[in-house]
Structure formats: C-alpha cells, structure tokens
C-alpha cells in the first residue's frame, strides 16, 4: 500500500525530494506533541472535555521544552511569553481567563488560550519566576503524584507549590483565571548624588543643577533623560530617636563614606497591565558595558499599581531598559526604555507638514 507524503501541515516533498524548513519543524513538532499526550492526559489523567489547558497547554509547555533541549534548529518562538505577548495585547473584554470551560472557549481562541498562552506561563514561572532546577523538581513531582489518578486545576497548583516551597497563589490568580497581561511602565529615573562633604570654594565632587527644568524634563516637570545632571542628595546623621530598643546603631559616617561619589538611581514602575510580574533591568553605563539586574514579583506585595526602588551603581548611566527580551511576556515595550524617545503623533507630524 503506498501512502502519500503529506505531513501534518499538508507540506509536501519539494520537486527534489526535500522538505522545507516549516514542514520539517510542523513534523518534529507534530511527532513530540503526540508522544507527550501519552503522558498528559492519558497518565496524568486530567480532565481534556473540561480543562483543556492541562493536557494541551501542559503538553504543548512541553512540545517547546523538547524543542529546545533535542531540536536547537527549530523555531520556538511561539509559547514564549515573547511570542503570546500579541495575543495578550488584545481585547480584555472579549478573552477568556485559562481557567474556562472548554466548551465555551470560542474556537477562534482555542489555540492562544489552551495551548500558547498556559505554555507562555510555564515558561515564565520556569525560567523567570521559580527558576529551572526548581521548577523541574516541582513539575516531575506533579507528574509522578498524579500519574494514573484524575488531578484537578487545584491539584497542579497546590503541587506544583508544595513541592517547591514557593507561594505561586499570585501567578496561579493572574495568569490563570485572569485577561489581565504584563504592561510595566518605566514612568521615571531619577539620579542622585550624595553632597560632598567639601569645605570652602571648591566643591568638585558634584556637578548639580539645582532647580533647572530645562530640556531634561517634559511638561509633569518629569526627566525624560540625564541631561539635567544627578541632583544633590544630603545625608543627614540619624537622630537618637530614631533608634527604638533592640535596633542596632549604624554608622553613619560609614555609610556616607560607602555612598560617596556613587550614583543613586530612582526607578518608579506603573504597572498598567494588571498582572504583577518580576521585573528584569538592562542598565546600560557611559563606558557602554551592560548589567542585567532582577527583581522577583513580590516587589508589588504592598502596591500591585506602583513600586519605586533605588539602586547604587558605581558608574554613571545613559540608559534603562525593562525587560529587554520580552522574557516577561511584556505587551507594550515602548515605555519601557529610559532616557524616553519624543515620539510625535502621526497626526502631529500630518498637521506640520
Ligand atoms: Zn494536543
């Protein structure tokens, strides 16, 4: 019996013999996701007429893990955080949380929903949030807990956090029963320097322009760059009442000494998307190195709308970046950069012209 050659997209042989690269990537990729349902749903009995997302979505986590790890030549884009932020970006009002019936997910949405977007959230919590040796630890023990038994969303959840120890009820709310996506604003940076203590005329150690609104700042008298120069930051010594029992007293000539010449840098972050998320800088210096810096989620515990951090760096800086890779699932990078691009509206730049 002969059986044409017409793979899983319809691809067929090219006049010589050869496939495309997309053919090729459609089979490897086809071939993984088959086998991997040998394992969810039909091991790890999950429930697919109700959560497609716990085989479809863990599977196709998974498909892309393969990939990866077995397969560096095809693409995997598609899963990544980066690669569902355009589904993301869309309509919150007529999206459906993960955690929907399956039936009633509209078959134009059935694959971002069941299959890229959980697998974007997989990726994330894998190599973001929980980081890999400890995700994977978590994932086998769900695998292996549940295998030949019916687990419920609940059951991954709660595994997935009793085995790692991490409280992941925040990541489980937002990207699983919520539309809500990852927008971070870069609203401002401010930069600092501590006074020098200098006596008489000279004072060299700070170049500050105190009270100068010029080019540096837009109407909110906010600094869209550095142009303004570090503004000066007195450190005043700590009052003994402040010190209550038990708490330990500093130094604080010590601490000037450490923060000396350094540059002080205010970040303030406006989280206009819903979802808190950790937040990953790209701190570029004068001397054009680079240093990627991370801070975990639970930096919006107290405020899930707005945080603001200070940092110390030895070197100046001429440039801020949130998330440069997009490794957050970030839905709007454009304001995400500091110093900020004046950008025109197309209707400005229409009416100049
Ligand atoms: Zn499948």
């Not at 019996?1 to 495309?20: A, F, L, Q, V, W």
């Not at 807990?145 to 709310?173: C, G, I, N, Q, Y």
């Not at 401002?188 to 004072?203: D, I, L, Q, S």
Request: charged content about 30%; hydrophobic content about 35%.
């Amino acid at each position: 019996m002969e059986y044409p050659m017409i793979c899983y997209n319809g691809g067929r042989p090219k006049s010589d013999g050869t496939y495309s690269q997309r053919t090729y990537e459609s089979m490897v990729g086809v071939i993984i996701h088959e086998v991997g349902h040998n394992f969810f749903p039909m091991i790890v009995n999950s429930d697919e007429r109700q959560w497609s997302w716990m085989d479809e979505g863990l599977n196709s986590f998974l498909e892309r893990e393969t990939k990866r790890e077995r397969y560096p030549d095809v693409n995997i884009s598609w899963g990544s955080p980066k690669g569902m932020a355009g589904y993301m970006r869309g309509d919150k009002e007529m999206m459906r949380p993960i955690m929907w019936q399956s039936d009633d997910i509209p078959p134009s949405d059935f694959g971002s929903n069941a299959y890229g977007k959980p697998a974007a959230a997989l990726t994330l919590l894998r190599e973001t949030v929980m980081g890999p040796e400890l995700f994977d630890k978590a994932f086998k023990e769900y695998a292996q807990r549940w295998a030949f038994k019916h687990p419920k969303p609940a059951d991954f959840f709660r595994t997935m956090e009793d085995a790692s120890a991490v409280d992941l009820d925040w990541f489980w709310r937002g990207w699983f029963y919520s539309v809500d996506n990852v927008d971070v604003d870069l609203d401002e940076v401010k930069w600092y320097k501590v006074k020098a203590e200098t006596k008489g005329m000279e004072n060299k150690g700070v170049k500050t322009q105190k009270g100068d609104l010029a080019t540096g700042n837009n109407a909110k008298g906010k600094a869209t760059d550095f142009s303004n120069g570090p503004q000066e930051f007195t450190m005043i010594n700590t009052p003994d009442a402040s010190y209550s029992e038990f708490r330990n007293k500093i130094n604080d000539a010590d601490i000037r000494k450490n923060l000396e010449s350094k540059n002080l840098y205010e970040i303030t972050l406006k989280n206009k998307g819903g979802l808190v998320t950790p937040i990953i800088i790209e701190w570029t210096f004068k001397d054009g190195t680079k240093e990627i810096e991370q801070l975990p989620a639970e930096i919006w515990r107290l405020n899930e709308t707005e945080v603001k951090k200070i940092f110390v760096k030895e070197k100046e800086v001429t440039r801020v970046v949130i998330d440069p890779d997009g490794k957050t699932g970030e839905v709007n990078p454009a304001d995400n950069v500091f110093p900020k691009r004046v950008t025109e509206n197309k209707f400005d730049s229409f009416k100049k012209n």
